[in-house]
């Protein structure tokens, strides 16, 4: 099972990152999937959550009308658009593969990715 991040960087206030992550080794569209983010001296918190199909979706509050979350089944791939980043968001965003199941739950972490926004 993996799950790997990408499209993290350095970016100025108000601007635009796209994050994806990748997974293979699991029935991906069978699963809810949800971006985390942890800045440093900070607990983990969700960002944003989509379900397998991709028809609902939720946000954090602060996240709401910057961040959209989408998935492409076909390409086992979650994405993150960000925009009007602040440098509050700065954190390492983090993937997640979450399926719950009359057998248990399975759930899977990305290594994350860094975001930093700083002028």
């Known amino acids: 099972v993996q799950l790997v991040e990408s499209g993290g960087g350095l970016v100025q206030p108000g601007g635009s990152l796209r994050l994806s992550c990748t997974a293979s080794g699991f029935t991906f569209s069978s699963y809810v999937m949800r971006w985390y983010r942890q800045a440093p001296g900070k607990e983990r918190e969700l960002v944003a959550g989509i379900t397998s199909g991709g028809v609902i979706t939720n946000y954090a509050d602060s996240m709401k009308g910057r961040f959209t979350i989408s998935r492409d089944n076909a390409k086992n791939t979650v994405y993150l658009q960000m925009t009007l980043l602040k440098p509050e968001d700065t954190a390492v965003y983090y993937c997640?593969?979450?399926?719950?199941?009359?057998?248990?739950?399975?759930?899977?972490w990305g290594q994350g990715t860094q975001v930093t926004v700083s002028s």
């Open positions: 997640n593969a979450n399926l719950r199941s009359q057998f248990g739950t399975q759930n899977y």
